[in-house]
């Protein structure tokens, strides 16, 4: 095959700097597992040759993946992935068996996922085609947990639906499929919407068609926060649209009337629902309420504090007191028993990440892809920020996954289809900036085929 | 555009330092707090599955343990409480949710074994699997509060004996009190049910009674204000008081009378040894709100006392302001009542500042604390905390709390065995407003052997509905203290 003759060094160097970072979190995981198991239980983990086999062919395929069919992307993406899901299913395992086994298919799923999105979208601009479907298909992902038979809430938000065996979260593919439509609207109109120069009065406002699709996604958010009670999500989509907006028009005015409106949105909700009054005021003094709403911020206070600099050593600590440590809290548990150096790394790790996208958007000279992978890294890293941020007091605790290290199908599925989607946009300008050649794709070969088969016919009868 | 993409980035990146700045607090800078914080029960749960070591008397009675539970139990080991609720006012609780409190909380550290001297030693430990827990021994006699349990009976309130001389906690005992082995159990629903129930029961059994309670003193504070008579100079052992039933103080058309509407009056010992409120009144108001403030600071009203259990209850006497623009309460509060409150461990200690030549000591409850193997680790030196009067004025009034036993409001009660002299000072706290059934406080405090005192006594019997009289305090309270004070000096 010309492909794999095709020699360059920069693609073969990133992907040799690739093999070795996801050795070392191959290794940074199961030394963790095996330690996990030893604090706990004073023994090696009985189910040590399975892990260490699934380890191996979930690193191996990943890693292939990237190699044949993303060979030029950046070489940190999918390290810092497999180290933050792998660090995630040690403090699961860690905390309960039987979710252990759950996330290790999820994983399998997730990892599956990621490969059939390098394999399935080649180019990445072809997606912006599918903008109108992404929107829909967005807005009816968030509306279908509202849906009475279909949706249930489960643990306060109204973010489940429940088709047939499976239960899922839908908000997390909502946010990839909006994600792609914003960029995509964006990318089309975005100069349009930033010099158009109506004037309503004193203030300078684009065309209402043009702005229109926005304004859907703001209500989007709002309907979130209403509907399904989940703050967490309506924050992460309201920044996400926000973000690129500014991004895409440079006019700074929007970030002002969008936050503006948000923030009045924010007041009225503190007014009007009571859910949102007690999260307010839990995290002001999680310490007076400790026997009810604040128990579980108190939980992570304290697991946290135990945790100290070093942290209490893994399996040694005592996590299981934190309600939900496997999921939203599950940055306690990490906090409690690797310390602050533990969850210091946690952070780099997702800063790097968010940098790796920032990266690819910034190396990229499509408008597209440029805005999809700020978007993208906007969704990881602001989403990221919320919960850490609300089981640390920065902010109010609002429900919300943490990516790739949290229990959860959904979540986890979503973020590898968002790491690769991330890892594609920075091959594709590797390809574009020549330092991969640019081979074409087998979808680009079977239409070109198709093409001379054409041309031929019509010359045959000419 | 990449302008505005370098723009985020900073941004994302100032969000991430604010976490890592919020994770330095809670995880370094507040760690000491969120352990220390008493729902903290993280160390609690490690601690369930390591011994833990016994608190002594200094007569050798274990008063806690950890004991074994069985195989196959959720936790290696359980807390247990022998003398049952004898030295709950000392040992405290060691919950499984709700943390500990008294020395279980305070001397957490040496009891697990995590004092710095320990953990050395205890790195030898971790080759040769040795217990590295220590022991804490305390001050109280076994006999001594068995003697203050049994005199009190099933009435409520307190007896506290101190050693007069190093300020050490002989007996501190109250009722209502609580069984510690109740909280050693290790469930949370149960224990929230304990607790619920605790805090229900009226008279605040949870808490130790005998020093995290104030209750107005009555009489028995005129041994302070008479301290600061004399040592003010405002009067002397030969100052004489007339004859009266009730005294006018200013500001007010309510007058001031004696227990019973008695007439009342005399030299200081008489009116002393009668315990006359209306000479009392009229001395705290020649004193003045300034002196009289002062001298009650001097004896440690207002402030913590320091003695090693959490949490003693602060006394209160008035502000220098608030009495300028009440005299009528200052002149009340010479002899004990309006706001005037203090613990009875306090009242112990007014007495033994009187038998100790005028030195407050330092009261202590722990003895010494030593390693598992028999290592002396630390020990209580004795200190003097206040010198809150002279000892000239110390002697004199322990001159006038003799005549008390032996003339006095404590005559009926106070004949200590082996014809032992005591002094004392009884009160009557009366809790009731006019026209109201007649409810107090009854009080004694004194020390014995009056020529070379050794124990230091106070007795409080809370809220009875006796006949007020000048002698309630003493005909109630001065056998429990009689009773307590022949078994510490059988010794």
Known sequence: MSESSTVSPIASRRRRIEIQLVVASGLVTAGAYVLAALGKNATIPPRILPFLGILLAVLTVAHLAVRVLARGADATLLPIATLLNGLGYVMIARLSDRLAGLQTTWTFIGVGAFVATLLVVQRVNDLARYKWSFLATGLGLLVLPVIPGVGFASGGARIWVSLGPINFQPGEFAKLALALFIAAYLAERGELIATSRRHYGPLRLPEARDIVPLLAAWGASVLIMVGQRDLGSSLLFFTLFMVMIWIATQRIGFLLVGFGSFAAACVAAYHLFDHVQTRVEVWLDPWSRYEGKGYQIAQAMFALGSGGTTGTGLGLGDPTRIPEAKNDFIFAAVGEELGLLGATAILIAFVLLIGGGLRAALRTRREFEKLLATGLATIVGVQAFIIIGGVVRVVPLTGITLPFVSYGGSSLVANWILLALLIRISDSSARRLGEVPDTTTIRERVEAWRLRRVEARTEQRA | ?491
């Not at chain 2, 502000?319 to 009340?332: G, H, K, M, R």
């Not at chain 2, 200190?383 to 001159?399: F, H």
Request: hydrophobic fraction near 45%.
């Open chain 2, 1 to 491: 555009m990449n302008e505005r993409i370098r723009r985020l980035t900073v941004f994302l990146l100032f969000l991430y330092i604010v976490l890592f700045a919020q994770l330095n607090v809670l995880q370094v800078g507040r760690k000491d707090s969120l352990d220390a914080d008493i729902r903290n029960n993280r160390q609690t749960v490690r601690d369930y599955n390591e011994p833990r070591g016994e608190i002594i008397t200094i007569d050798g009675v274990v008063v806690a343990r950890s004991q074994r539970n069985p195989a196959g139990s959720e936790f290696a080991f359980r807390r247990e409480y022998p003398a049952g609720e004898l030295f709950a006012s000392v040992t405290g609780y060691y919950t499984f949710s709700f943390g500990a409190t008294q020395l279980e909380r305070t001397m957490n550290d040496v009891l697990a074994g995590r004092t710095v001297e320990q953990q050395v030693k205890g790195l030898a430990a971790l080759f040769t699997g040795a217990d590295t827990t220590g022991s804490v021994e305390i001050t109280l006699d076994s006999r001594i509060q068995e003697a203050a349990r049994d005199a009190l009976g099933d009435r409520e309130g307190s007896v506290v004996v101190l050693d007069v001389t190093t300020g050490a906690v002989k007996a501190l005992w109250s009722r209502p009190t609580f069984d510690p082995n109740v909280f050693a159990v290790q469930s949370d629903e149960l224990l929230r049910d304990i607790f619920a129930f605790g805090n229900a029961t009226p008279g605040k059994p949870l808490l130790a009674n005998g020093y995290q309670e104030r209750y107005m003193p009555g009489s028995t504070f005129k041994v302070i204000t008479t301290a600061a008579a004399l040592d003010a100079g405002v009067v002397t052992v030969e100052s004489v008081f007339a004859d009266e039933a009730e005294f006018l103080p200013p500001q007010t058309d309510d007058p001031i009378t004696n227990y019973g509407g008695t007439t009342c009056g005399g030299d200081l010992a008489e009116v002393f040894i009668r315990s006359c409120n209306t000479a009392f009144a009229r001395i705290s108001l020649q004193l003045g709100p300034e002196a009289m403030v002062a001298a009650a600071k001097r004896f440690g009203v207002g402030v913590e006392i320091p003695i090693d259990l959490p949490r003693p209850a602060v006394a209160r006497f008035g502000t220098v302001a608030f009495f300028e623009q009440n005299l009528p309460l200052l002149a009340i509060g010479g002899f004990g009542q309006g706001e005037t409150q203090l613990s009875p461990l306090h009242m112990a200690m007014v007495a033994a500042s009187v038998a100790n030549g005028g030195r407050m000591m330092r009261p202590h409850v722990v003895s010494a604390t030593y390693d598992h193997d028999g290592r002396l680790l630390d020990r209580t030196d004795p200190s003097v905390w206040l010198v809150p009067m002279t000892e000239a004025t110390a002697n004199r009034i322990s001159e006038l709390m003799i005549g008390v036993v032996n003339e006095g409001t404590a005559r009926c009660c106070m004949d200590l065995a082996g014809d032992v002299q005591a002094a004392a000072k009884t009160g009557t706290a009366q809790l009731n407003g006019p026209g109201e059934p007649e409810r107090s406080h009854a009080w004694i405090i004194g020390f014995a052997p009056a020529d070379r005192p050794k124990y230091a006594i106070a007795v409080m019997l809370k809220g009875t509905d006796a006949e007020i009289s000048a002698g309630t305090g003493g005909t109630l309270a001065g056998p429990v203290a009689k009773k307590v004070l022949d078994a510490a000096l059988a010794l």
